[in-house]
């Protein structure tokens, strides 16, 4: 990525211009909550899921990303590998302290990835798709018996929340690059890593970024 430039926009601004999109009905919640298919989302969204740090995209919804989106499971992949060469940690929030203690955690657990639209993506097939920003939330380290407990998984997503939004407002601070229209996500964490959405939905609505959250028919309420 290249190096940032501030513009004339002030950090307020552009704070407000993350939280600012989608804008759900409501004025009081950050979350929109419907019905239909992720990948119908528009043009230039950033559709965001948990991931873990194997560089595996292997059952779920994660499948299908990587199916539909096989050039961003690439960088995915590469990004954990370079990650598992070298085991840094790094410090984040415990939320099961009641004084908010510190746990340290194996990166890029507890961080974000955001990858943008891949050119070979939108070519699939003889019908051009639609592009999509591709954000990965590292809430679990491992997978299937080795998945993070729900408490950890939970400190992860809260400390992978602020991340994004931090490298969200880097990308609209610095205004040389293009940066996702829209955010939307599926009820991320509640699937294969068998956490409660009620519980993800809490700090997603605390971080204050604004998400249109979608679900099959089939796993509505």
């Known amino acids: 990525m290249k190096a940032h430039h501030k513009n004339d926009r002030s950090s307020a601004e552009v704070a407000q211009q993350v939280s600012d999109v989608p804008r759900p009905p409501s004025e009081s ?8 298919d992720l990948f ?3 043009e230039g969204s950033a559709l965001i899921h948990a991931c873990n740090t194997l560089g595996v995209w292997g059952g779920g919804v994660a499948q299908s990303f990587k199916i539909l989106y096989p050039a961003a499971f690439r960088v995915y992949r590469e990004y954990c590998l370079q990650y598992r060469k070298f085991k840094e940690t790094h410090v984040i929030t415990d939320l ?6 510190l746990s340290t955690v194996v990166l890029p657990v507890g961080t974000a990835l955001i990858i943008p639209p891949q050119p070979s993506d939108s070519r699939q097939g003889k019908k051009k798709k639609k592009q999509h ?7 679990s380290e491992g ?18 929340l602020q ?18 229209r829209g955010l939307y996500s599926c009820r ?7 956490v409660p959405w009620t519980h993800t939905r809490q700090l997603l609505e605390e971080s204050g970024l604004r998400v ?7 796993q509505g309420e």
Do not use: M, Y
């Open 29 to 36: 919640c950050t979350i929109n909550e419907v019905s239909g």
């Open 40 to 42: 119908d989302a528009p």
């Open 96 to 101: 099961s302290d009641k004084a908010k203690g």
């Open 133 to 139: 920003w591709v954000i990965c939330l590292f809430t």
């Open 143 to 160: 997978i299937g018996r080795h998945v993070d407990p729900p408490a950890q998984i939970l400190n992860n997503t809260f400390a992978a």
């Open 163 to 180: 991340d994004l939004k931090s490298k969200l407002t880097d990308l609209l601070l610095d205004g040389t690059e293009p940066s996702p």
């Open 188 to 194: 991320f964490n509640s699937g294969l890593f068998a």
């Open 212 to 218: 249109t959250v979608v679900t099959p028919p089939t």
